[in-house]
């Protein structure tokens, strides 16, 4: 069975260009959640998705959004790209609600913004 | 809000021996469930073990056991005979059980350095 799966494994951007991200979540699952880890920092939570909807979001700026196919998979799109916006971008799937007991987490998407 | 806290942000075990990551956290909340991960310099994050915090007792994989102390708010992690491939960092994760905190908390993580 195939795990989660992001694209693309790399990506660099200017500064002030939009960067789109890719989440193919496990067959089944339902719900995809996207993080942010900067350098030296923990997992910070960016959204939740689940059926289609936005459910949850972390304390980030609008020009962070995304959203959710009805195949489930997910796009996280960050507009205006800034320098502290480089990060590896980690996405994570699970069950939906109420049965999510565990998530599993793709290999991550590293975006440099130069 | 719920805040995980890992309190060692580096650690060292020598191969063969047994350490213990620390990681408390806050929730008024009582039904959640806890978790360790794994991320080796690969950056795929790997379920190390869970706890369901209705169960008392501890969870247990192979080699990894978990100290819960639900009272305190504690959750640590035990590595016992610690081999090469443990080297990693190591993030506590909450996760509630409720609507509105539905989401993975993670700590800033432990890095382990296993010493041949």
């Known amino acids: 069975e195939a795990g989660v799966t992001q694209s693309p494994t790399h990506l660099i951007k200017t500064r002030g260009q939009q960067a789109t991200l890719r989440c193919s979540p496990i067959s089944g699952h339902t719900s995809v959640y996207w993080y942010q880890q900067a350098l030296g920092l923990g997992l910070q939570f960016l959204l939740w998705?689940?059926?289609?909807?936005?459910?949850n979001r972390g304390n980030f700026p609008p020009r962070f959004s995304g959203r959710q196919f009805p195949n489930y998979s997910s796009e996280l799109n960050v507009n205006a790209l800034e320098l502290e916006d480089s990060a590896l971008y980690l996405c994570?799937?699970?069950?939906?609600?109420?049965?999510?007991?565990?998530?599993?987490f793709g290999q991550g998407t590293r975006l440099t913004v130069v | 809000a719920q805040t995980v806290t890992q309190s060692q942000p580096e650690m060292s075990v020598q191969e063969a021996e047994t350490v213990t990551l620390s990681c408390t956290y806050d929730?008024?909340?009582?039904?959640?469930?806890l978790f360790w991960y794994k991320q080796p310099p690969s950056r795929q994050m790997i379920l190390v073990i869970r706890q369901e915090a209705y169960k008392q007792q501890n969870a247990t994989e192979n080699r990894f056991s978990v100290n819960f102390q639900k009272a305190a708010k504690s959750f640590s992690l035990k590595i016992s005979d610690s081999q090469l491939g443990d080297a990693a960092m190591y993030f506590c994760?909450?996760?509630?059980?409720?609507?509105?905190?539905?989401?993975?908390?993670f700590g800033k993580g432990t890095k382990l350095s296993v010493i041949p």
């Open positions: 998705y689940d059926e289609g909807e936005e459910r």
């Open positions: 929730t008024s909340e009582s039904d959640y469930y």
């Open positions: 994760a909450y996760w509630g059980a409720r609507a509105g905190s539905y989401q993975l908390t």
């Open positions: 994570a799937s699970s069950q939906g609600v109420p049965m999510n007991t565990e998530a599993f």
